[in-house]
């Protein structure tokens, strides 16, 4: 989650649908394990993250950082490669800047990178969507949050899926995602 900061997000175009569909998918990421980690670009200038996306999450890994791509952060990229992760669910904001920056590096690196269409967002959504675009013409791949999580739960018939529909897998406020 890239840089999703109290101070950015009142500009941003569909920002406050972002951080809502973000926060519903990191909660569910709690529940299953996965691994999240958010990034914040010069905190002291743009803020800390939202307090609306924090108070979803039970546990996160908080990444400062100055580049624009978190990629280019030793300290970051040094502990994803220990991970042993290969799949990123990117999402945030500005999606032209640093989301897109990082996830060109993701991919550079080797990464599969799954581009959060209905939780990255710009000052102005047609930034995002050239974003995405690009992204995806270099390798990323256009998701939601709802096609994440029922990949991640995978089955119907499992506690995990249980505790989730209880949790999770709630109405949200819809917001259209367009693909042109």
Known sequence: MVDFQAGLLPVIDGGLQAIEE??????????????VWLTEQSPQKLGGS??????????????QK?????MEESNF?????????????????????CVMQTGLGLLEAGYEVLWLTDATASRRCAEAELARKRA?????????????????????????????HQQFLKPRSARPVHFN
């Open 50 to 63: 939202a307090a609306s996306l924090l108070e979803r999450l039970d546990d996160y890994q908080l990444w």
């Open 136 to 164: 995806c013409a270099n390798g990323a791949q256009a998701v939601t949050a709802d096609m994440v999580a029922y990949e991640w739960l995978y089955r119907c018939d499992t506690p995990e899926f249980k505790q989730a």
């Open 66 to 70: 100055v580049h624009f791509s978190v």
């Open 77 to 97: 990229r040094d502990a994803l490669a220990a991970s042993g992760k290969t799949q990123i669910v990117l999402c945030g904001t500005e999606a032209h800047i």
């Open 22 to 35: 973000a926060s519903w998918l990191g909660g569910l990421a709690n529940l299953l394990g996965v691994p």
